[in-house]
């Protein structure tokens, strides 16, 4: 090898590290999701290929990334929603709620006229959410979306109900589990109340009705003694008793904006506490480790949960009586069901809790958990924890025919093969 030979390979070292330190690196919008979409933050909507399979279209981030980019010209649309809510950019406070902007670089937008640091593009408010009626469900349930509304009553959607109006419980609900849902945003506000929309005819406070003490005497009213019922509703070791649980919870959404949407009343249902913080808690982590792992094949999750009868406790008599926490509503579910759907592989699985510590069987689907890991690790057959069967969605299908129709053709197992499309290769000539 020649010394020109070595200086020439020099030279095109040399000239490659300053192409790649000269590349347009700014010709990118970056935006970092834990930290720059937060307190009074506007929502960035972005129409290009993030937009979920129901059509929502936050920016998100995906699984192995917490950094979203965006093309410089790249069109993003920013949103403070809430009724009385404007934009106030870099102090300037603007009379409109939804501006059309467009990625200049690095972390510039351009809203109009101008062009703003993204930290400057702020709303004079917390975005809010709200709550939109539309229609009914089958069965007669009422359908409402939580959700942010747009100008031109354009609606931002991020759970739908079907809600069970003469006993206000969500009979099911649904959403979109994005990947990477790891990379979400911490709430720290956990005391933040429930929003009381369609509950605020009740005789007394939710606060009345999910109190130990107070549980004993209602379900004492219903079993005929409140002596029998302190056998079961156990106030000493709190755990016996029922907690307040949100069927989509605050932690299967990315940022604190939609967490916070989460906080309605529309969206809980009772449970008992050992069950709650025991196997329910463990099944919604492990199904967002699965959201998140990257070695699963890149897809967002769309999940169904809901309820299922009424539970029941036995009087003195030994009759099981239905379990209301108020005359006729607000009834404790005897199964609480999950569905977890992968909507490009059609795979699902059902998971199907029993909401009751003294009670075991759910004996109306064939349980498949030994067919799919969901379940290994944990013991989903300790009852005071709440007992946890698997069944396919077909066979759910069966016990359970309000469940909307989607297409699916095969058990989604925890451990689902990752096959990625093989790359086709030109043959040689
Ligand atoms: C607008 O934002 C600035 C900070 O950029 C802040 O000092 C000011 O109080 C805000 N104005 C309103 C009306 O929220
Ligand atoms: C919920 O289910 C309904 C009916 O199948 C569907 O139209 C809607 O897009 C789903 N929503 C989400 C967030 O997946
Ligand atoms: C991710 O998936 C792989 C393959 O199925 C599995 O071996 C691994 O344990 C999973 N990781 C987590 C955190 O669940």
Same mark, same amino acid.
């Given at each position: ?40 933050? &506007? ?29 410089? +010209?790249?069109?993003? $649309?920013?949103?403070?929603? +809430? ?17 059309? +902007?467009?990625?200049?670089? +690095? ?43 747009? &100008? ?78 302190? =056998? ?25 904006? =939609? ?83 992968? &909507? ?26 030994? =067919? ?53 290769? $030109? &043959?040689?000539?």
């Amino acid at each position: 090898m020649s010394f020109l030979d070595t200086k020439f390979k020099l030279l095109v070292c040399f000239l490659y590290i300053l192409g790649i330190l000269l590349q347009p690196s700014e010709s990118v919008c970056s935006i970092d999701l834990r930290s720059a979409i937060m307190g009074k933050s &506007p929502l960035l909507l972005h129409s290009g290929d993030n937009v979920l399979p129901d059509g929502t279209a936050f920016l998100l981030p995906r699984m192995n990334s917490v950094i979203a980019t965006l093309h410089a +010209g790249e069109e993003v $649309e920013f949103l403070c929603a +809430g009724a009385s809510n404007k934009f106030n950019l870099s102090g300037d406070v603007r009379d409109v709620n939804y501006i059309q +902007g467009y990625c200049v670089s +690095g972390s510039n937008f351009n809203l109009g006229q101008h062009s703003y640091s993204l930290d400057k593009i702020s709303c004079k408010e917390e975005v809010k959410s709200s709550v939109k009626d539309v229609g009914s469900c089958t069965g007669g349930s009422k359908r409402l979306q939580i959700g942010f509304s747009k &100008p031109n009553n354009e609606f931002i959607k991020l759970i739908d109900i079907c809600l069970k109006g003469s006993s206000l419980i969500p009979s099911y609900l649904n959403y979109t589990l994005v990947e990477g849902i790891d990379n979400r945003q911490m709430l720290e506000e956990v005391d933040n109340p429930d929003k009381t929309d369609y509950f605020n005819n009740l005789p007394n406070s939710m606060q009345y009705y999910y109190t130990c003490s107070n549980q004993q005497t209602i379900v004492g009213s219903i079993l005929g003694s409140k002596a029998v019922a302190s =056998q079961k509703i156990v106030c000493s070791d709190s755990s016996n008793y029922f907690v307040k649980v949100h069927l989509a919870p605050s932690s299967d959404f990315v940022y604190q904006q =939609q967490q916070r949407s989460a906080r309605y009343l529309i969206n809980t249902i009772p449970m008992w506490e050992s069950i709650a913080n025991g196997n329910w808690q463990k099944l919604e982590n492990e199904i967002r480790l699965y959201a998140s792992n990257i070695s699963r094949e890149s897809s967002d999750l769309i999940i169904y949960a809901g309820t299922l009868d009424v539970t029941t406790l036995p009087d003195n008599n030994r009759v099981q009586k239905s379990i209301y926490l108020e005359n006729n509503k607000l009834p404790v579910p005897q199964w609480v069901w999950k569905v977890v759907y992968e &909507p490009q592989a059609r795979e699902g699985i059902v998971f199907i809790l029993v909401n009751n510590p003294y009670h075991l069987k759910f004996a109306r689907c064939r349980c498949v958990c030994a =067919q799919t890991k969901w379940t290994l690790g944990w013991n989903r057959q300790e009852k005071n924890k709440g007992y946890i069967y698997c069944c396919t969605v077909e066979n759910f299908r069966n016990v359970y025919s309000a469940l909307p129709q989607f297409e699916v053709t095969g058990l989604l197992k925890k451990d689902r093969p990752y096959n990625p499309i093989p790359v086709e290769i $030109e &043959p040689q000539k």
